[in-house]
Nanobody
Framework: QVQLVESGGGLVQAGGSLRLSCADS????????MGWFRQAPGKEREFVAA????????SYGDSVKGRFTISRDNAKNTVYLQMNSLKAEDTAVYYC?????????????????WGQGTQVTVSS
C-alpha cells in the first residue's frame, strides 16, 4: 500500500525558494514513478515534474523548466521538489503522486496514488 504525505509548503516571496518533500510509508516506493502536480483555485491540475524509478529519467512542465528540480531518495522513500526563482503564478496546492507503470507521464489520470497536498503561496 502506498501512502503519500507531502510537506515543505508555505509562504515565500517572489524570487525565493522552497523544497517540497513527499514521503511514502509503504515498502515498494522504489517501484513507482513519482510525480508532482499542482492546482490553483479555479484551474485544472497541472503537471509539474516526474521522475523514474532510479531517478535517471525526469520530465518537467514547460512553466517550471530551469527553475524546479525533482529528485528522489529510495532509501528514505522520499521524493523532493526543489523550487527556485518562485513566481506568484506558482501559487497552488502541490500534490505528489505515484504511478505503478514504468513510463513517465504528464497525465494526472495515469497516477495511482495521491497525497493530500501542501499549499505553496508566493507573494509578489
Amino acid at each position: 500500500q502506498v501512502q503519500l504525505v507531502e510537506s515543505g509548503g508555505g509562504l515565500v516571496q517572489a524570487g525565493g525558494s522552497l523544497r517540497l518533500s513527499c514521503a511514502d510509508s509503504g515498502r515498494t516506493f522504489s517501484r513507482y514513478v513519482m510525480g508532482w502536480f499542482r492546482q490553483a483555485p479555479g484551474k485544472e491540475r497541472e503537471f509539474v515534474a516526474a521522475i523514474g524509478w532510479s531517478g535517471g529519467r525526469t520530465s518537467y512542465g514547460d512553466s517550471v523548466k530551469g527553475r524546479f528540480t525533482i529528485s528522489r531518495d529510495n532509501a528514505k522513500n522520499t521524493v523532493y521538489l526543489q523550487m527556485n526563482s518562485l513566481k506568484a503564478e506558482d501559487t497552488a496546492v502541490y500534490y505528489c503522486a505515484a504511478r505503478a507503470l514504468s513510463m513517465l507521464t504528464t497525465y494526472p489520470g495515469g497516477y495511482d496514488y495521491w497525497g493530500q497536498g501542501t499549499q505553496v503561496t508566493v507573494s509578489s
